[in-house]
């Protein structure tokens, strides 16, 4: 449950390195409540989710380690190479966020709030729609395949934007080689001056991992639709 609860923050802050810093989403009709009372609450996701506490502190450090680890990266094609600044590392950890995992399902759904434009959490670049990345991991390294596409999910909010991405490959450890095969969904839309995020993420070995669609889209309706209607 630890690793799997990792790896769902671990999505989180790597779709959180992918939004700009200092291109800001203005709106006059921002809500007055503060971001971090925007985010969906235990009662507010799916049956079978629980929210998970993740400290500021955890979330700087586990996004501090994704950002060396992508900057260390070697990715083929080289223009697929995420660029990954200090500043940007420093925004993201700082970013509001809540996770909440569901067990049964092996799944998790993580969501964010910025006040900077999102677009490119869910722009996939030309010629970028499959690739071949090999990164430091701690104690060994990690090889995998991404394929990223654009998706329609249903159930999911008007206007919102979505993207699938399927990772395979593998990580060793001391060694040790371990297969790894993950998948995460990626859902994102600008509601009243803030930028809402969500990650769904499901990771297995030599089984498939499988994001729960129908509660991924329920979640990111009742986020957006959270700010939409929020004083």
Not at 49 to 66: C, L
Not at 157 to 180: F, N
């Amino acid at each position: 449950m630890r690793t799997f609860r990792r790896s769902a923050v671990t999505a989180l802050a790597v779709a959180a390195l992918a939004v700009p810093t200092g291109i800001a989403s203005a709106d006059p009709g921002t809500p007055a409540t503060p971001a971090a009372q925007l985010l969906l609450t235990q009662g507010e996701f799916p049956a079978g989710y629980r929210v998970e506490k993740v400290s500021a502190n955890e979330f700087g450090d586990i996004t501090s380690k994704v950002g060396d680890a992508l900057t260390a990266a070697k990715v083929t094609p080289a223009q697929c190479m995420p660029v990954v600044s200090r500043s940007a590392i420093q925004r993201a950890a700082g970013t509001p966020i809540v996770v909440a995992l569901n067990e049964a399902k092996q799944t998790g759904i993580s969501e964010m709030l910025t006040h900077n434009r999102i677009d490119n959490a869910t722009v996939i670049p030309k010629g970028c729609e499959t690739v071949h990345m090999e990164f430091p991991v701690r104690d060994g390294s990690a090889v995998m395949d991404v394929r990223s596409s654009v998706v329609s999910l249903p159930g999911a909010p008007s206007g919102a934007k979505t993207v699938l991405a399927r990772s395979t490959g593998t990580v060793t450890v001391k060694g040790t080689v371990h297969p790894i095969k993950q998948e995460q969904i990626i859902g994102a839309q600008q509601v009243r001056g803030y930028g809402v995020l969500l990650v769904g993420t499901a990771v297995g070995g030599e089984a498939p991992a499988t994001v729960d669609r129908a509660g991924f889209a329920q979640a990111l309706t009742a986020a957006t639709h959270k700010v939409r209607t929020a004083r």
